[in-house]
């Protein structure tokens, strides 16, 4: 009275690569939207970051990772030396390099 049938069912025997591949699409899907949403823009953003460390010349006005905002004063392999202040300058890694806010004129030789 209270008990129902319980009919059995085969697996299809060609339907269960497609069946799988189905399964796996939603997981596909998610790397791919998670492709264009997060890794390619992190890319693109460190591209052009290498692209401006890289264009760094005298004379422009930079901000680093760390707050300072001043004049590059010599530029080497490596390392940019920055003037702070008058007469204060420090060496600052390349890759430290946050903004270039302004092109500017070469800086004169002071010594």
Known sequence: ???????????GGGGST????VQFMPIILIFVIMYFLIMRPQQQKARRH???VANVR???TIVTTG???GKVA???EGELQVELAEGVRVRVV?????E????????????
Do not use: C, H, W, Y
């Open 1 to 11: 009275m209270f008990i129902s049938e319980a009919f059995a069912q085969t697996a």
């Open 18 to 21: 497609t069946n799988m591949l």
């Open 50 to 52: 290498r692209e401006m």
């Open 58 to 60: 005298r004379g422009d």
């Open 67 to 69: 707050g300072l905002v």
């Open 74 to 76: 010599k530029v080497d």
């Open 94 to 98: 390349r890759s430290m390099v946050a």
């Open 100 to 111: 270039v806010r302004a092109k500017g004129e070469p800086v004169k030789e002071t010594g």
